[in-house]
């Protein structure tokens, strides 16, 4: 028996598909959730590595487009499907296709945005385009309650709207801080999945080349894999692996040992789950004004994306370990107060309840 169909295209991990599966491992463990989960294989090991590898569909793999449609139309058209787009728009064709084959729809996404919020050519277009399939999903998953009001007041989503919130999970010892550099530069470093635009790397690669105050005045580690990753090489072919060094997707705990402080220059976010992570394991985040942590960080961590001063004052900020530990300290209280442990218990027994009568009522 399953009770809903999880259907993913992504090519690469990241910590949006990192929180989706941790959060279904729970729903299966606790509430009896019997998901079917249809991958690419470059999610098939997170998903086993998450404690989900019985729930793979093995016989199913979404390799393309094709495949994807292939695994949408193999299921009864009365079990609920599950999307999880990292942004509304990132796969409306799949969300069109699954309301006309008259499935009914769930969407999990961290970032409810606009396209014209997030800079997107033919915005507007793109907007009016969503808007309609958005409106006939069964529910919508949010992260959160920022996010979830942006569905329901700006998008007027008329289906039921759930707030899951992100989780905090730390497994094992904290990574020892690494020694001070023999240079005595602050060493920053950048995690997750290289995307140009959304994560603000074509600005900072930018910046890397052409600004001697982050080419010269900082070291750079950036851990992930991407479509930016060939901006991030030249940057680091340009100024040296004793400034740049870019590394390949791995556990957070490996870039934390190597770095100082953690920094999110995106142009969007909903509330980055590696921000979480690295302030739980007792690392600093400096993020942009964009990156939804402004009420989790230090003011003086906080920088207008695209100011270049501001993000050097803000990094500059923290070339102290004391800096570094008080900044640790506010975001911890922070995230305490924002992140209370009951309200993800509530949301995941919501969201699995939700999920258990679309499938026993369609």
């Known amino acids: 028996m399953v009770d809903v169909d999880v259907l993913l295209t992504p090519r690469e991990a990241g910590g949006h598909e990192t929180a989706l599966f941790a959060w279904l491992a729970d729903a299966v463990r606790e509430d009896g959730l019997r998901p079917r989960l249809l991958l690419p294989p470059g999610l098939v090991d997170l998903a086993g590595s998450q404690g989900l590898a019985g729930q793979v569909a093995a016989d199913r793999v979404v ?3 094709r495949t994807a449609l292939a695994a949408l139309r ?3 058209t009365q ?5 999880a787009p990292g942004v509304l728009h990132a796969q409306a064709w799949l969300l069109a296709a699954a309301v006309l084959a008259r499935r009914p729809v ?3 996404v961290p970032m409810a945005f606009t396209a014209e919020t997030m800079g997107f050519r033919h915005a507007r277009l793109r907007d009016r385009l969503l808007a309609p399939w958005l409106a006939r999903a ?3 998953v949010a992260i959160d309650e920022r996010q979830a009001r942006l569905l ?6 008329p289906a039921p709207v759930l707030a899951l919130p992100n989780r905090v999970r730390v497994r094992g010892p904290a990574p020892p801080a690494p020694p001070p550099a023999p240079d005595r530069r602050l060493r920053v470093g950048f995690v997750g999945r290289f995307e140009p635009h959304q994560k603000g790397l074509d600005w900072l690669a930018g910046l890397l080349r052409e600004d001697p105050r982050f080419g010269d005045g900082f070291r750079w580690y950036f851990q992930g894999r991407g479509p930016g990753e060939a901006l991030l090489q030249a940057a680091a072919s340009a100024l040296g692996p004793q400034r740049v060094v870019v590394a390949r997707f791995a556990p957070i705990e490996q870039a934390l040992g190597q770095v100082d402080v953690l920094l999110l220059p995106s142009r969007f976010e909903g509330l980055p789950l590696v921000a979480l992570e690295a302030t739980a394991r007792g690392w600093p985040v400096v993020a942009s004004d964009r990156a939804g942590l402004s009420d989790l960080l230090p003011k003086g961590s906080v920088f207008a994306f695209g100011d270049a001063d501001a993000m050097a004052t803000a990094l500059q900020a923290l070339d102290t370990p004391s800096a570094r530990r008080a900044a640790v300290v506010h975001a911890r209280q922070r995230l305490v107060e924002q992140l209370p442990g009951h309200g993800y218990l509530k949301g ?4 699995s ?3 258990r009568r679309s499938a026993g009522g369609a």
């Open 74 to 76: 193999d299921a009864p």
């Open 63 to 65: 390799a393309d487009r």
């Open 106 to 108: 769930w969407l999990y």
């Open 79 to 83: 079990r609920p499907l599950l999307l």
């Open 138 to 140: 069964a529910g919508v």
């Open 353 to 355: 309840e939700a999920l």
């Open 348 to 351: 995941r027994r919501a969201v």
């Open 152 to 157: 329901r007041e700006q998008w007027r989503v």
